[in-house]
């Protein structure tokens, strides 16, 4: 039987991060990009959501490798937990590799071995595969996007990419590399969706600088400016601005000072030696002589940000009128609670807050537009279309985009996780779905954490917890004792010491008028009694638990 | 001593919602607005937050009535709160009152004494104040601003609105009176900041009605139609495209069928009667011949809407091509998780969606963008501005319009809840704070929720509980078993025995290695003891709760 390409979307479909992806054919196996998830509203407590690598184990023995398409956590931040499942090199941009290596530091671990190649001109042959990566914009430097050559034809793998004629490193999206690569027919492609609900072109990152500059010159005190800190060009813009302002740069925040740090290294980042001083240092400079760039962009709880804008930071503090520009995507929904949070205090603070939503938009996406994906569809004229990074609705705008220019919408896949596309004789057809499950990481525990315990966490979450210890003589089967019901997070228990006494009461009466009591009778009435009586008095429902102590 | 008038944001302002404002001159006070908050992502299982009615019962006295400027939740629904505590005649339009009196019926309450006002003539005398009503356009119809004469001079009280001349039941914003009662000088404008970020004159609601009658010309099968149900010329929009394209239109949903009906019954809704039908009817046509009017707009959880999209719903269902059509203003930040989930459910099953993040933008904001603000502000030409109805960052931006026409910055107050402004021979100044604190609802209970509480809630909902039992012998100081430990919410039980089991164990060899044991040290001893343990082996911290059973 001839063999076939699959195509199967681990994750990353439908949920935007948690990028996953596998191709394979006979023998050959290989993934592109491992990052993580982050949890969705209801999964209460986990940090970290990362693709089920189940699958991956299970064929560990065709896998010839991991690409990684560029360096943001949603695409490499899973490395770690599959590097310590199995054994497999990564290929990856520099850049992109000392990132990675970072990443294994921070957890602890060894570095692993991270093949780096060139997208102006390597080739690397993974099995069946002949990958070709080439370069793409976004809002990180030297990420690509992979001309996967399979023995049933070309796909085009392109993750978070924008066309930016006039990027801040001089190194725009390689449309004649890509177009060469596309020489010959493309059979599929798999690119990014995220844009797709978004009319237009997005801009360039150049056009910021400028009114980057027009904002901080008018600042007669401290700035403080604030970007994701894989952003490497929104901060090289940012230390040419201070200098040609005749100010010193002071980094804060670890994320920030260790990413800037690698990029300077690797040589993607330029400034001068004497430009950048340690805040100390900067402490003691006149306060229109400094610029800091600063962690926290998305507000995120403890960054140095939010510790300067609740006033908790150990040598930085906010004065009326110092400037505060932030200047990255808009954060994603699940953040937008924390930055508003932030961008509250520091406007009590009376600071001149610039952020998106209260005056001048200093971002730009990272993310193509409609007319960007038009483009790439252009270029490309692929058979297939898979849409990924995005959720359900931008597929489907994604996949309207396609039909707009002529594509049959049954040649658009819009994959859920697991899905998988099969390339056979040209043809490609759903075929199937591998199990997956979401892997939540709490703590040091990676998917030990399931439906029954994030259930908990919501009930608990709503109406606390209700506990009630039944003192029982077994000999005599008659409680010793009124129920004595201890409560956390569901009245306040200082103030309702008489509310939970009496229900005690109202519940012995209620067990001593039955005939036998015994131990299940005990758990079971005191549950259902309770449950019911705090509804009817308080309209609440906490999680009742019943101890039963023999004595 | 001069009398002053005192104006106080008891809430309302730095939250958008909550609506509560008071007037207080001599021995005379009224109360603008009385509206519910909603609960911040932090307060858990809160239902509603309402405002603190303490300054007002200790006040009573003074209170010469409640005007409510028009019928959305965030202005009226905490009216059955503060009626059960005080009384005091309301004041509104007609619609308003139809709709206080069903929110009233909704709690179970008797009907309130509503005086019902005509906006376009009457002035009403509460104590020294003479108020003027005058008609302002909303994305609710019969909604009015206030001119309230003092004896200081004339406050100009504007909650929601918007500049719309061409609105769908036909009468605009009534400058003409708005202007002419400001003849002879406006002191002071208190007044909506939630557009202030937003570029430009907002739309009008006319526009919406020719696209959506395009979008449903081509829907070859059930349409779907939801929006908030207050949003009475929607419906009406809605009403007549049905009508035009021989559609029978059926109201799903309690509260859009009860909101239609009080606008039908009092004017406001019009629409012949057999164009309306019952749902079980609309079902025995064919699926081209039917409109839903639907509520869940929000994707609120219950909702008719959720319930069709979950193919939960009695006798609805929506199939491959069935158009869904959303039109309402964005979701306020905490419920766009809510309706992403049914869209992207909705997208699952095929339907046509129609949401502004996927396709076609059917909504226009209820709220005057910043031209709108500068148009009131161009109109009225106070002296003191007072942005309400909106967060810090809104107030910021509403006073950087004021001050890009010419105000001082000082004369613009950006307030706390509770903090009052003095008008006192023409000049306006800070005066202190009325102390206020959220009153949270939650079931039955309103204000008994504090922050003891919700933070327990936080903690369990983080990492659940762990409950600890131990046995005691008092008199011979020992431990007569191991301690027993049950948890919810932090590692799943059943899968981990041997984890809490060998924790109990553990814990034990530390107590009994202590030379004395008594209860205090037992509570405090594993309480410490099981924190360091369980964040140690699992890096979770969950709430540990020490039981003491003496035997």
């Given at each position: 039987?001839?063999?076939?390409?699959?195509?199967?979307?681990?994750?990353?479909?439908?949920?935007?991060?948690?990028?996953?992806?596998?191709?394979?054919?006979?023998?050959?196996?290989?993934?592109?990009?491992?990052?993580?998830?982050?949890?969705?509203?209801?999964?209460?407590?986990?940090?970290?959501?990362?693709?089920?690598?189940?699958?991956?184990?299970?064929?560990?023995?065709?896998?010839?490798?991991?690409?990684?398409?560029?360096?943001?956590?949603?695409?490499?931040?899973?490395?770690?937990?599959?590097?310590?499942?199995?054994?497999?090199?990564?290929?990856?941009?520099?850049?992109?590799?000392?990132?990675?290596?970072?990443?294994?530091?921070?957890?602890?671990?060894?570095?692993?071995?991270?093949?780096?190649?060139?997208?102006?001109?390597?080739?690397?042959?993974?099995?069946?595969?002949?990958?070709?990566?080439?370069?793409?914009?976004?809002?990180?430097?030297?990420?690509?996007?992979?001309?996967?050559?399979?023995?049933?034809?070309?796909?085009?793998?392109?993750?978070?990419?924008?066309?930016?004629?006039?990027?801040?490193?001089?190194?725009?999206?390689?449309?004649?590399?890509?177009?060469?690569?596309?020489?010959?027919?493309?059979?599929?492609?798999?690119?990014?969706?995220?844009?797709?609900?978004?009319?237009?072109?997005?801009?360039?990152?150049?056009?910021?600088?400028?009114?980057?500059?027009?904002?901080?010159?008018?600042?007669?005190?401290?700035?403080?400016?604030?970007?994701?800190?894989?952003?490497?060009?929104?901060?090289?813009?940012?230390?040419?601005?201070?200098?040609?302002?005749?100010?010193?740069?002071?980094?804060?925040?670890?994320?920030?000072?260790?990413?800037?740090?690698?990029?300077?290294?690797?040589?993607?980042?330029?400034?001068?030696?004497?430009?950048?001083?340690?805040?100390?240092?900067?402490?003691?400079?006149?306060?229109?002589?400094?610029?800091?760039?600063?962690?926290?962009?998305?507000?995120?709880?403890?960054?140095?940000?939010?510790?300067?804008?609740?006033?908790?930071?150990?040598?930085?503090?906010?004065?009326?009128?110092?400037?505060?520009?932030?200047?990255?995507?808009?954060?994603?929904?699940?953040?937008?609670?924390?930055?508003?949070?932030?961008?509250?205090?520091?406007?009590?603070?009376?600071?001149?807050?610039?952020?998106?939503?209260?005056?001048?938009?200093?971002?730009?996406?990272?993310?193509?537009?409609?007319?960007?994906?038009?483009?790439?569809?252009?270029?490309?004229?692929?058979?297939?279309?898979?849409?990924?990074?995005?959720?359900?609705?931008?597929?489907?705008?994604?996949?309207?985009?396609?039909?707009?220019?002529?594509?049959?919408?049954?040649?658009?896949?819009?994959?859920?996780?697991?899905?998988?596309?099969?390339?056979?004789?040209?043809?490609?057809?759903?075929?199937?779905?591998?199990?997956?499950?979401?892997?939540?990481?709490?703590?040091?525990?990676?998917?030990?954490?399931?439906?029954v315990v994030?259930r908990d966490r919501q009930v608990l979450a709503r109406d606390g917890v209700a506990i009630v210890l039944l003192m029982f003589d077994g000999a005599n089967r008659v409680l010793v004792a009124d129920p004595e019901i201890i409560s956390r997070g569901f009245v306040y228990e200082n103030k309702e010491k008489e509310f939970l006494l009496r229900a005690g009461k109202d519940l012995r009466r209620l067990i001593e008028s039955k005939k036998r009591i015994d131990g299940k009778l005990l758990k079971d009435e005191s549950q259902d009694f309770l449950e019911k009586y705090f509804y009817a008095k308080t309209g609440r429902r906490p999680m009742v638990l019943p101890l039963i102590v023999e004595v």
């Amino acid at each position: 039987m001839k063999n076939s390409l699959k195509f199967i979307a681990l994750s990353g479909t439908t949920g935007v991060t948690e990028n996953f992806y596998i191709y394979e054919y006979g023998n050959d196996m290989i993934i592109v990009d491992c990052g993580v998830g982050f949890p969705e509203h209801d999964m209460l407590g986990v940090d970290l959501v990362i693709p089920d690598f189940s699958y991956v184990k299970k064929n560990i023995s065709k896998l010839r490798g991991v690409l990684i398409s560029h360096g943001h956590e949603d695409h490499l931040g899973a490395l770690p937990f599959l590097l310590k499942e199995i054994k497999t090199p990564i290929y990856s941009t520099k850049l992109v590799a000392g990132f990675i290596e970072d990443k294994f530091e921070d957890y602890g671990l060894p570095s692993p071995r991270v093949v780096v190649f060139d997208p102006e001109r390597d080739v690397i042959s993974l099995g069946v595969f002949k990958v070709a990566p080439f370069r793409v914009s976004h809002s990180v430097p030297d990420g690509v996007g992979f001309a996967i050559d399979t023995p049933e034809g070309k796909i085009f793998h392109v993750p978070d990419y924008k066309f930016d004629w006039t990027p801040v490193d001089g190194k725009p999206f390689d449309v004649t590399r890509m177009v060469s690569l596309a020489t010959g027919g493309v059979l599929g492609v798999a690119s990014d969706s995220l844009g797709s609900t978004t009319p237009g072109y997005t801009e360039s990152e150049r056009e910021i600088e400028g009114k980057l500059e027009e904002i901080i010159r008018k600042g007669k005190r401290r700035v403080y400016f604030t970007t994701i800190s894989s952003n490497i060009s929104r901060v090289q813009q940012a230390l040419q601005v201070a200098a040609r302002l005749g100010r010193k740069v002071s980094f804060v925040g670890k994320s920030i000072d260790r990413k800037a740090e690698i990029a300077r290294n690797l040589g993607y980042l330029h400034y001068s030696k004497d430009l950048v001083i340690p805040a100390k240092q900067a402490a003691k400079l006149p306060i229109e002589r400094v610029m800091y760039i600063i962690s926290g962009s998305y507000g995120q709880p403890g960054s140095a940000l939010y510790r300067v804008a609740l006033g908790d930071h150990d040598f930085l503090k906010i004065e009326a009128n110092d400037l505060v520009v932030f200047s990255s995507d808009p954060a994603p929904p699940g953040s937008k609670t924390n930055v508003d949070f932030v961008v509250d205090k520091l406007i009590e603070l009376n600071a001149d807050v610039h952020y998106y939503d209260v005056q001048e938009d200093l971002h730009v996406s990272g993310h193509g537009s409609q007319k960007d994906i038009l483009m790439l569809f252009g270029l490309l004229k692929p058979k297939y279309f898979m849409p990924i990074g995005g959720t359900v609705r931008h597929m489907r705008s994604y996949s309207l985009l396609a039909q707009s220019i002529g594509a049959d919408g049954r040649n658009v896949f819009e994959l859920t996780p697991g899905e998988i596309v099969e390339f056979k004789s040209g043809l490609a057809r759903l075929s199937g779905k591998v199990p997956t499950r979401n892997i939540l990481v709490d703590g040091l525990g990676v998917g030990d954490v399931g439906n029954v315990v994030l259930r908990d966490r919501q009930v608990l979450a709503r109406d606390g917890v209700a506990i009630v210890l039944l003192m029982f003589d077994g000999a005599n089967r008659v409680l010793v004792a009124d129920p004595e019901i201890i409560s956390r997070g569901f009245v306040y228990e200082n103030k309702e010491k008489e509310f939970l006494l009496r229900a005690g009461k109202d519940l012995r009466r209620l067990i001593e008028s039955k005939k036998r009591i015994d131990g299940k009778l005990l758990k079971d009435e005191s549950q259902d009694f309770l449950e019911k009586y705090f509804y009817a008095k308080t309209g609440r429902r906490p999680m009742v638990l019943p101890l039963i102590v023999e004595v």
